[in-house]
C-alpha cells in the first residue's frame, strides 16, 4: 500500500505536474490506482491534469477504464483552452465539448477532434488541413472559408453546417452526413464522398471534380453549375436533383438514379450512364455526345434539343421520351425502345436503328432515309426488312 499512498500524497500536491506525473503511474495499482485517476478527471480544477487523467485510461487495457475516458467529454467550453492548448503543443482534442465555440480564424491544422461536439460552433475560415474530425457532431456548425483539404470527416455529422467556399479538397466525407448542407462554390476536388449523405444539400457551383460520390444520396440536392466532370457517381441517388448547367462530362453515373432531376443544359458529354434510371428527368438542350446510356431508363424524359451525337443508347428505355430536335446523328439506338417518343426534328444521319421499337413514335417526313433500320419495329407496327 506504501506505493498507492504515495500516489494519494502526489494528487494532493499543489503542483501540477507532481499531480500528472502521480496519474501516470497509478493505474500500476489496479482498481484502487484507477479509481484515483478517475477521480481527478473529474474533479481535478488543472485542465492539464484532466487530460493527462482521461488519456491515461483512454489507453488503458481495461475496457471498463476505456470507456469511461470515453464517455468524458474534455471541459474545453473556453475557447481559449484550444487556442492556448494549441499553440503548447497539444493537438489531441479527441470528445472535447465546443458545440457554440467560436473558432473562427483558429489554427488546427493536423488536430484530432474525432467524436468532438462542434455543433453549432463558429469554425469559419479556420485551418483545419489534415484534421481528424472522423465522426464529429458538426450540426449547423458554420464553416464559411475554412480550409479542410485532407481533412479525415468519415461518418461525420454535418447536417445544416456552412460550408460555402470552404476548401475540402481531398477530404475524407465518406458515410457523412451532409443533409441541408450548405456547400455553395466549395472546394470538393479529389474529395471521398462515398455513401455521403448530401440530400437536400446546395452543391451549386462546387468542385466536385475527381470526387468519389459512389453510392451516395444526392437526392433534392442543388447541384446547378457544379462541376463534376470525371467524378464517381455510380450507384449515386440524384433524384430530382438540379444539375441544370453542371459540368458531368466523363463522369461515371453508372447505376445512378436520376429520376425526375434537372440535367437542362447540363454537359454530359462521354459520361457513363449505362443503366441508370432517368426516367422523366429534364436534359433539355444537355450535351450527351459520346455518352454511355446503354440499358438507361429514359422514359417520358425530356430530351429536346439535346446533343446526343454519336451516343450509345443501346438497349435503353426511351419510351414517350421527347427527342424533338434532338441531335442523334451517329448515335447507337440498336435495340432501343422508343415508343411513343416525339422524334420530330431529329438529326438521325447515321443513327443505328437496328431491333429498335419505334411504335407510335413521332417523326417527321423523311425520317428513314439515313437511319439503318434493319429489324426495327416502325410506328405502325411493321417490321423493317
Known sequence: MGGLVAIQQALASPNPKVRIQAIKGALRYGSRGAELVIQALRNDPNWEVQFAAWETLLESKDPQQVQVAKSHRLPLRQVGDVR???EAGERDFRWADLSWADL???????????????????????????????????????????????????????????????????????????SQANLIWANLIGADLSRAD???????RANLNWADLSGANLSGANLSWADLSEADLSQANLS??????????????????????NLSGADLSRADLSWADLSGADLGGANLSEADLSGANLSQANLSGANLSGANLSGANLSEADLSGANLSGANLSGANLSGADLRGAKLGGTNLKGAILRGAKLSPGWDQFADLKGAILPDGAIHP
Open 198 to 204: 448530401l440530400s437536400g444539400a446546395n452543391l451549386s
Open 84 to 86: 492556448a492548448r494549441y
Open 240 to 261: 430530382e436533383a438540379d444539375l441544370s448547367g453542371a459540368n458531368l462530362s466523363q463522369a461515371n453515373l453508372s447505376g445512378a438514379n436520376l429520376s425526375g432531376a
Open 104 to 178: 473562427s480564424w483558429a489554427d488546427l491544422i493536423e488536430a484530432n477532434l474525432s467524436w468532438a461536439n462542434l455543433s453549432q460552433a463558429n469554425l469559419s475560415e479556420a485551418d483545419l488541413i489534415e484534421a481528424n474530425l472522423s465522426q464529429a457532431n458538426l450540426i449547423w456548425a458554420n464553416l464559411i472559408g475554412a480550409n479542410l483539404s485532407q481533412a479525415n470527416l468519415i461518418w461525420a455529422n454535418l447536417i445544416g453546417a456552412d460550408l460555402s467556399g470552404a476548401n475540402l479538397s481531398q477530404a475524407n466525407l465518406s458515410g457523412a452526413n451532409l
